[in-house]
């Protein structure tokens, strides 16, 4: 059965960091393209993070609010994709979903609607 399992949520102090992880089962993620989405209370989803599929390079995107502190990453040997985040703020507060698309591409786009398969999310809090 194919899922995708986050971990690695929890409550962190502004300033500090997580790697949340996305884990699959039941399938090679490395053929995925695999998106990072968190959606605070209130608030729309919005698109965190995206990695192409390892064929297609690996290439990498990110939002504006977390380039340079936010960093995506594979480990195919143990079928997991990484979020680490550095420099945490308050308003990086929400739940974040992995989710996935099998397809051979070399770009990633932030899209949810795109993507065919979600986790069920870990939630992150950021506060003093």
């Given amino acids: 059965q194919w899922q995708l399992v986050e971990s690695g949520g929890g409550l962190v102090q502004p300033g500090g960091s997580l790697r949340l992880s996305c884990a699959a089962s039941g399938s090679t993620l490395a053929l995925y393209v695999v998106g990072w989405f ?53 308003e990086d507060t929400a739940v974040y979903y992995c989710a996935a698309r099998p397809i051979f591409q070399s770009t990633c786009a932030m899209t949810g609607a795109w993507f065919t398969s979600w986790g069920q999310g870990t939630q992150v809090t950021v506060s003093s």
Avoid: H, W
């Fill in 38 to 90: 968190r959606q605070a209370p209130g608030k729309e989803r919005e698109g965190v993070s995206c990695i192409s599929s390892s064929r297609g390079g690996g290439s990498t995107n990110y939002a504006d609010s977390v380039k340079g502190r936010f960093t995506i990453s594979r480990d195919n040997a143990k079928n997991t994709v990484y979020l680490q985040m550095n420099s945490l703020k308050s």
